[in-house]
């Protein structure tokens, strides 16, 4: 079956020129879908015995330093995200090393930055009398493993341990002797961040009531966050194995006690029961979340968690893991740089949520998935990730992206508590679609697919410029770039005008790169009138490439206002946000962000040479942002100028110093799983040039890594004499072959292979010779 | 305090050119706020007697001939309102006459057009087997009062009875004896319309549980609709007075006998309740409904309705009734005339519902409303009414938009299960704020409603061209006007390609008449750069005017391309719809839309005799579409050209002709009310130019009409010589003193006043010489 769709889709893109009737295609595709959807893809159901890879992975890894990721349970794409909030002013995790711990809620996001998302349904264990106002402890002992989490809460003695399944948090709190044990659940708590930061979540209202002596159920209504989202609903329903001695609700911090329910008036509103217990009495306490209802939560319970086993559950959970986590094998390596690896692999599963079913807004067959937070980010790495690893879940995350778009008119750039939001840069599932055309994912609606692409390429966002789409787009088509600068207000309040819009920079060299993604997907689909069209838009980075000189380097790409005048107030260094010209970033870094014609761009800046010795001064003098993704291609690009050398050099160099196996392991926010996916490709030996057909050989960890391509086909990178002292790669051969080229293309190893490397200590001749695909080489 | 108020507004509407400080102007507004938040406005609260007034009110005038006005029982502004669904594909009522009776829903819309909306959580009796796909029954005996509707249901030969609180719908059922009397919620039913028409309602799901032998719970989800919207649920909480002897639950139609819940997997889930009973048995339900929740609705029910005394609760509803409609006393004229004159009033105050703490989008202490359906329609009549009967209302109504936009970004023109949408023309939210400024509506935050108006006219509203704000704003501002026509689809699917919106003709000329509205509110808050943008915006209706002759009339609204060129394929008599140069009308129609600047429009058309002649075949050849409300203001141009006497003349043509006591009584769909407002002033004898300071004296019905301005003062108007033969205004008085003109302002008669009119059979020269105030003849 693989080969025919292989074969198709070959067929779709090579022989372009051909005009075959466009029904006939669009029937032909539908056909191909309608039969791939009938055929499972288990990559996850292989036979073989399954590696122990769960032990390599430390939840711990990134949760400092800005990593934001989580230490608490979730299975793989869960709904549930249980973990542990920590503070007045959340990060965006909730937890924070050596704070005291609030509690534990049910839904959170990975490794995002801004406004903190979600901390719905918290729970949290105490002893003695309640005080709804202040019930935090410091925690001591954690242990986080891949589905379970503990600690012991000093303050009332206690130790929570933690795990869960898609939509179930299962809850073991091991109680000292105690005449007042309690169990809280705060329906009014979600992570906080600063209002003046404009991007804090809002409390809508909660409701909780005890439905018998061991169920409560209720609702968190809250909006705002990051994504600037309207109201979200969080229901849940709560159980205990044990019926509490006494009970009661709380609004507002004042304690009810015996209340049966507190209703909705717009309030905080919350529930305890309370047990007498003996020493290591445990209680223990399943909570199912819906985003549809709270019969539906309990019914999440009873299908997912019937019983009372923790151990049980905890071991589902792991299991679950260590099947995704052996769609790829490393030999060799440190078992620091096993678990460096594994987590990172482990941090590439957790979003987007798969809430299938759990869908407030439509109706649909299709896949739903949420918290796509950000593409912007994953688009570089984590999806690339999925079409090799799960490609059946990538097609399912792109599905639901077209559903979006068929009911709300825009497929997000981020998304998140059901709503749309927001766009940092360009409209870069575009990206997304483009690759998995480029890669033959079968089973889904291209067609659909290409309509959402066309708006986003056309259709101005309005209102919001952030929310989705592009903002801008209008003058970006009509002039040819995305201008800066604010008009000057008429009246204060517009100084926050959304027309205002800026990012002129970076959404031009984004938008510029979407154009291409279009553009090929065009070709493919038999559109060759938006072929050419979105070829030639593609070009338009250039409308801002200004031939000034900074370190002697020659042309940066260069604010522009709408009047066709440079921006003279300006520098190259100059970091960016919402409303400044690169957005999380600078014109030093964004210059590099020409992913579909390097070619032009080492022309624009004299040569290959010359582009050589700028990526140089990139490096040494530390302008690249490691932290950040617009920069995640750049040390790639040596290979465009024939230094593969290069590029494995500094590959090298951030692999070691910026990844490691600490708390603070992560070089800046994970970002949805795309910083450690970044880790993942580079300590594999290659990374993808999102949006295209091309694989870039760069830098391999491990001395063997094996891909499980699907049920029948792996793929092997084997490393000969990896060692410190030899960090080049001097030969290769792909298949028992020679290739010299320091790039492979997807169908070079979709139907398996092995890549041989051979490295040495100094750089030699391989790879320089056949640069990887540009734009403007492409034969058409 | 009103004194005070009417100085304020007067002293900054004024010394327009003093240039006092804008803080200053802020601190002054916001002082008249508080103050005016804390000082109440008993409009209703009078000690006179009050007159039985609901007697005249028939709820069935306009169930027919498109009227769509709503039999069942509701209060003022309500959240329920509970009717008459008959039918597989519904009217917008859900009611149509002779039709079988599905049951009674609680949520609906009176007088809209388009796909229908609501017509959730239905009730409905029956005996004997149950069938969950057809249990519809012919309805017979039906009377219906303000209030109260009762209905024969044949099939069963049980008698319904219903009323209403503001959020609770009360059910008395009399049942034959039966063994199996049942009671049948079904939670999956809404109003359906064809699919075809892109405008019809979606299931997205329902859930319904027995709570105990007489408590059932549950809500539905729904989408779509004419608005476009997206999902709002609708929550209940049902209690009967009896216990079911047994019960059970459906799903898609399948019964499950005993089953105490039906779960919400998208589904249509129903339940019922059977009685045993014997002859004549009556069966009380209590209904509450919710946006919040299931709990909410319950406690809505022990608010409203705590006893189980049928009889009380309607007197209730009729008295609230009686107290509203009380605020206009009319003598003279028929019973029949009474009838259609108190019922259209009735009319007026069905909509917007007052939703205020059920609010599932945001916290607020601000007022709520919803179901602006449509502002498009209101703008020209109910805003204006409210604000002589019932100014606190308006005001209320005007927060509630004004928080909208705080919230989401836009005003509405139209919403409806909690979503903005659908803008048929321009942003008239901006009318009716600019009216409420210049008639001196206080407590409204002026400086954010202006913020408002600027994002309508200055922000595109991105993607939904149709959702809010004004699409094609970008092109209106750089061409001075929105171009018409289709550009080529690239691909197929283009053809509904949101950006090749049209209306060209109809959005324009709103949009000049709000740029008016955005001026004068400019000017009244001192943002004199505004004021001259915005009043020379207000001229660009004269772009699209095409001196073109037709049946003796000279000069047109013609659609203009892009490109300046008109088009040249196109009819004045064209009507169209969302995708033609005029929304809903036509060139004939829509070339005298210009309320703003008659004067100008007169000398574009002539002169006044040219124009006098044009409305002349306007009328005369039929070209007028009575039913259609952007000829609304019409009939009252001639009193522009100095002819007041055509104006009384043709609209005491069309009261008589098109507006009567039976079903059928409306000549066209109500439109919330806009089009029994509409009848309401010009009985009354005169009629609001909305957005303007101006009302213009058309035709008393009436030999007396006295309006409650507030608990004080009442403004009269009588009526002398008043007589079939007699149809011509040949002499006026205001307060006694001689009144030469066809118009007179708010202030004139805010105070409290007389205003009498001498009837003639023939034209005098009363009210031709000076003409109501026009844009272009203000000197500023």
Not at 401 to 421: F, T, V
Not at 657 to 679: E, I, Q
Request: aromatic share 12%; glycine share 10%; hydrophobic share 35%.
């Amino acid at each position: 079956m693989a080969e025919f769709i292989k074969t198709y889709y070959n067929l779709t893109w090579k022989f372009l020129t051909i005009q075959t009737n466009f029904l006939v295609r669009r029937l032909l595709i539908m056909l191909v879908i309608v039969i791939m959807a009938s055929a499972s893809h288990p990559a996850f159901s292989q036979q073989v015995p399954l590696a122990d890879l769960t032990k390599y992975v430390n939840p711990f890894i990134g949760v400092d330093n800005n990593g934001n990721t989580l230490p608490g349970p979730c299975v793989p794409f869960g709904m549930v995200k249980l973990s542990t909030d920590c503070g007045k002013l959340n990060t965006n995790s909730g937890y924070k090393t050596g704070t005291d711990i609030k509690g534990f809620s049910h839904t959170h996001v990975s490794g995002t930055g801004g406004g903190a998302k979600y901390g719905n349904v918290l729970v949290m264990a105490v002893t003695g009398e309640l005080n709804p106002a202040n019930y935090a402890s410091p925690g001591s002992d954690e242990q986080a493993k891949a589905g379970y989490y503990s600690v012991f809460l000093s303050r009332y003695q206690v130790k929570a341990e933690l795990t869960a399944s898609h939509s179930v948090g299962f809850h073991r709190y091991t109680f000292p002797a105690s005449e007042k044990s309690s169990i809280i659940i705060d329906a009014g708590s979600f992570l906080s961040s600063l209002k003046s930061l404009g991007e804090n979540q809002e409390l809508v209202g909660s409701e909780i009531s005890h439905c018998s002596a061991n169920r409560i159920e209720g609702y968190t209504r809250v909006r705002g966050g990051w994504n600037k989202g309207g109201a979200y609903t969080v229901y849940f329903c709560i159980e205990t194995d044990k019926s509490a001695s006494s009970f009661g609700t709380w609004t507002d911090g004042v304690l009810n006690p015996e209340s049966e329910q507190a209703v909705d008036h717009g309030n905080s509103n919350g529930a305890y029961l309370t047990f007498q217990t003996t020493s290591n009495q445990t209680v223990q306490l399943k909570a199912g979340i819906s985003f549809i209802s709270c019969s539906k939560a309990r019914e999440n319970i009873n299908i997912e968690i019937p019983s009372w086993d923790f151990e049980k559950v905890r071991q589902q959970a792991n299991d679950t893991w260590n099947k995704a986590l052996n769609s790829i094998i490393v030999k060799g390596g440190t078992e620091g740089q096993k678990s460096i690896f594994y987590t990172a692999l482990y941090h590439t599963m957790i979003q987007p949520t798969d809430r299938t079913g759990e869908n407030p807004c439509w109706k649909s067959d299709e896949p739903y998935y949420d918290d796509y937070y950000a593409i912007w980010d994953t688009y570089r790495t984590v999806n690339p990730l999925l079409i090799l690893i799960q490609p059946d879940r990538e097609r399912d995350i792109i599905r639901s992206l077209i559903d979006i778009y068929r009911h709300e008119g825009y497929m997000p750039d981020a998304r998140s508590g059901n709503i749309n939001g927001r766009t940092q840069g360009g409209s870069n599932c575009d990206i997304i679609v483009a690759e998995a055309f480029l890669k033959g994912i079968s089973g889904i609606d291209y067609k659909t697919a290409y309509q959402a692409m066309i708006t986003n390429a056309t259709i101005p966002p309005g209102g919001s410029q952030e929310q989705e789409g592009r903002g801008g787009i209008n003058e970006y088509i009509n002039l040819g770039y995305v201008p800066t600068g604010f008009e000057p207000p008429e009246v204060e309040w517009q100084s926050s005008n959304p027309k205002n819009y800026d990012r002129g920079g970076s959404r031009t060299l984004e938008y510029a790169a979407n154009d291409w993604a279009i553009a090929q997907f065009a070709k493919g689909l038999g559109y060759n009138d938006d072929f050419d069209n979105y070829k030639k838009r593609a070009s338009n980075w250039a409308n801002l490439w200004q031939r000034v000189n900074d370190h002697d380097a020659t042309g940066f790409i260069w604010p522009k206002k709408a009047n066709g005048t440079w921006l003279e107030d300006f520098s190259v260094f100059k970091n960016g946000g919402w409303a400044n010209v690169f957005y999380e970033s600078n014109s030093w870094e964004y210059s590099f962000y020409v992913p579909h014609d390097v070619r032009s761009l080492i022309d624009s800046c004299g040569g290959k040479q010359a582009f050589v010795s700028r990526l140089d001064t990139f490096f040494t003098n530390g302008y690249f942002q490691v932290n950040n993704e617009p920069g995640f291609l750049s040390p790639c690009l040596y290979i465009y100028a024939g230094r593969p050398d290069k590029t494995t050099f500094r590959i090298k160099q951030i692999l070691n110093n910026h990844y490691s196996s600490g708390r603070g392991g992560l070089p800046g926010n994970d970002d949805s799983g795309a910083m450690s996916a970044w880790y993942v490709f580079n300590a594999m030996g290659f990374f993808p040039n999102a949006g295209q057909d091309v694989y870039l050989i760069t830098s391999p960890v491990f001395e063997e890594t094996t891909i499980q391509l699907s049920l029948e086909k792996t793929f092997t990178i084997k490393v000969k004499d990896l060692a410190t002292e030899n960090p080049y790669i001097i030969s290769a051969k792909l298949d028992g072959k020679t290739w010299d080229k320091a790039w492979f293309t997807h169908g070079d190893i979709i139907n398996g292979g092995t890549l041989e490397l051979l490295m040495g200590n100094k750089p030699g001749s391989w790879g320089i010779t056949t640069p990887p695909p540009s734009m403007s080489q492409f034969k058409y």
